[in-house]
């Protein structure tokens, strides 16, 4: 497996996702982190916000049960809780995973997230956009692009997750 990002460059990519979302809004957001990954990606972020003097909401979004293809699984995803401690009606969400790619996840939060209520507006945060979409969805900001093949697979670790920042790539054939 090549390393893509190290330590440094995951920060960095932090960095600039903080950067574009203080500079293209100007009220109060929700930041709302996809379980696995996404939420510590999320809480990054929210670190470099509340440094800037900018107030947020946090939550945590579990989406398992609403994955497309639980039918296709070997075994049960693991149920871990989703954390929405504010009223979502109104509010302007910006979702954060860790990687988009086909863009099925992210159709899966959409829905978990109207579960709770009806968003003002919803945008996208991704510390990693790998392309090869397979669904009309785009992220609002993006950490960094990378550019790989489809069958690429892109395995990010995180500190707090996996005990080590890092993005590697596993070429498959």
Request: proline content about 3%; some cysteine; overall charge negative.
């Amino acid at each position: 497996m090549a390393v893509l990002m190290d330590a440094g460059e995951i920060e960095k990519a932090v960095d600039t996702l903080a950067e574009s979302i203080l500079g293209k809004t100007t009220e109060e957001v929700a930041i709302v982190g996809i379980r696995r990954r996404g939420d510590e990606v999320a809480e990054r972020v929210c670190e470099r916000l509340k440094a800037a003097g900018r107030s947020f909401q946090f939550g945590i979004l579990d989406i398992s049960l609403y994955r497309d293809d639980l039918a296709h699984l070997t075994e049960n995803p693991k149920l871990q809780s989703s954390d929405i401690p504010f009223v979502v009606d109104g509010a302007h969400v910006i979702l954060v995973d860790d990687v988009l790619f086909t863009g099925r996840t992210i159709r899966a939060a959409l829905d978990a997230l109207t579960d709770y209520g009806r968003p003002g507006k919803i945008e996208l945060a991704v510390l990693i956009d790998r392309g090869w979409r397979e669904l009309p969805i785009q992220p609002d900001y993006v950490g960094k692009a990378l550019e790989t093949e489809r069958l690429d697979e892109v395995v990010v670790s995180l500190r707090d997750t996996d005990g080590a920042d890092a993005v590697k790539l596993e070429q498959k054939d």
